[in-house]
């Protein structure tokens, strides 16, 4: 056992924790020497979002102390940064197994820190806490959750006064102060309990208000309010908002996937929460095809995301992918804006720059602004901080199946974005339309743009090495023509530098470092290389484009994007 590791499991026994926890980690050096190792081996690192770990005693562990470390660190970070007083904080959780703990202790220690701090009565929607932030004028916000993660796993969002999760440098300098509270005897956890106020349907309702502004359609609603909508919180925080949402704008026919509607930390009916995976849907696309529903959706636990399932032409269903959705929320409010002459010319969406270019095309024909962003949805939020007041910020997502609608919130919304897609779905049936309809309207209009994600694992110090070998040789290296098609241009967003390869032309990039790299070729397509920054993962975006003349021909093009995709990645020895 490592030095480290025994120290750490010694300042557990010997320091202020409960005693039952003492005897958890007595038992295990009998019973589970190596979980042991794994949990006390480093200190969960609080990162540039947040915390977020399996829970369990130890010091690498999501648990009570290393969640009032944290929130002790975040606390003595804002105290420097505000003079102005009362400072305030904004406190929620998701439904996972002891989130309602965490973000008890959170508000505990901010509260004894001198903050007024709102506290959700009950679990509610990341989104919410984002609004709620900006709403009561606080200096910072917490949501305690671990997003689509599996149910070992729990979480620790932090935001700042923007309502958006922390971005230069303030990241890096919580981090340090985080880092600086060597023990839990320098928490400050009681005394201020009546800084404390419970908020939760006042809330609730002042949110739901500002959602119903971003309707664009509401008579195409009224008249087709009995549309079919199926709709599952998979467990989680989506079953507070989502539901009455719907209600309110009108809707009279939802239909919950009962057998998920309950918030439980264990997702019971799920392998995954992530309604990026099949297995997440297969139950609401179940209750689709037994009631013949005109649209799916579902949350994950945290109810920022949200995955769609549309009913092809040939009657069967099809999950969309988050560029997919992407595209037509933008694309409907867009088409909505032009036509009842909101554009003033100053309007403006953001994508991250692994998300589909289509958004990009139906912005430049709607004389909008496209903004591209680093991945992540918090660059998109500073993006609308930058230019707030400036100009209007219409709506933005990212292909990992965030949205947001309105600058209200500052983070990904799936109850505002499941709002507007089921507004979409009843302003196409107006027209007798699907919505799998309007995809093939927009792919007709625009090109038929196809994405692929291809996610390469490589463990340990060796993978870790190999995954900087392979960005090193995709950097120094980028080929000449891939699949046949000459390489136009090179993105590298660590030199900050990009290059004309036909020209040699060089022009800089106006977005911080990040480590990774494009190619951009002749016909259109788009590679992108990205370590991840959680995983010891190598991720390649591919993005190419072909010409859907007739809807019809839907399946047939398609099958060669899905080709030429392939053609790539075998180019790339991929």
Known sequence: METLTKQNIETWLNGNYDAADKEMVKQMMHSAPEELEDAFYKSLEFGTGGLRGIMGVGTNRMNKY?????????ANYIIKCFAERPLKAAVSHDSRNNSRQFAEITAKVLAANGFKVYLFEDLRPTPELSFAVRHFACQVGVMITASHNPKEYNG??????????????HDKNVIAEVQSIASID?????????????????????????????SLSPQAIKRQHDLK?????????????VPKMLKKLGFTNVNIVSSQAVPDGNFPTAKSPNPEEKSAMELSVNLAKE????????????????????????????????????????????????ETGKNTGKEYIVKTIVTSDILSAI???????????????????????????????????????????????????????????????????????????ILVDLYQEYGFYKEDLLSITKKGKSGSEEIRQMMQTFRQNPPV????????????????????????????????KSDVIQYFTADGSKITMRPSGTEPKIKFYFGVKGELHNGNEYDAVEKVLAQKIADIKHCLQL
């Open 481 to 512: 023509e891939i699949n046949g098609d000459k390489v136009v241009e090179v993105k590298d967003y660590l030199s900050l530098q990009s290059k004309n390869m036909l020209t040699g032309a060089i022009s800089p990039i106006l977005l911080p």
């Open 291 to 338: 009631i013949d529903a005109d649209i799916v959706m579902a949350t994950d636990p945290d109810a920022d995301r949200v995955g769609v399932a549309v009913k092809r032409r040939d009657g069967q269903w099809m999950l969309l992918n988050g560029n997919q959705t992407a595209s037509i929320l933008i694309y409907y409010l867009l088409k909505q804006w032009n």
């Open 156 to 169: 620790y969002k932090a935001y700042w006064n923007d309502g958006c999760q922390l971005v230069a440098p």
């Open 363 to 437: 912005a430049g024909k709607n004389h909008v602004k496209c903004y591209d962003v680093l991945t992540g949805f918090k660059y998109i939020g500073d993006k609308i901080r930058e230019l707030e007041g400036k100009e209007y910020f219409i709506g933005g997502g990212e292909e990992s199946y965030g949205y947001l609608i309105g600058d209200f919130v500052r983070d990904k919304d799936a109850v505002s974005a499941c709002a507007m897609i089921a507004e979409i779905a009843a302003w196409g049936k107006e027209q007798g339309k699907s919505f799998f309809d």
């Open 66 to 74: 290393n969640v009032a470390m944290a929130t002790q660190g975040l």
């Open 186 to 214: 320098s928490i400050k956890m009681h005394g201020g309990e009546e800084n404390i106020t419970i908020i939760g349907e006042d809330i609730d309702e002042i949110y739901m208000n500002r959602v119903m502004q971003n």
């Open 229 to 241: 909508i199926v709709y599952s919180p998979l467990h989680g925080t989506g079953i507070t908002l």
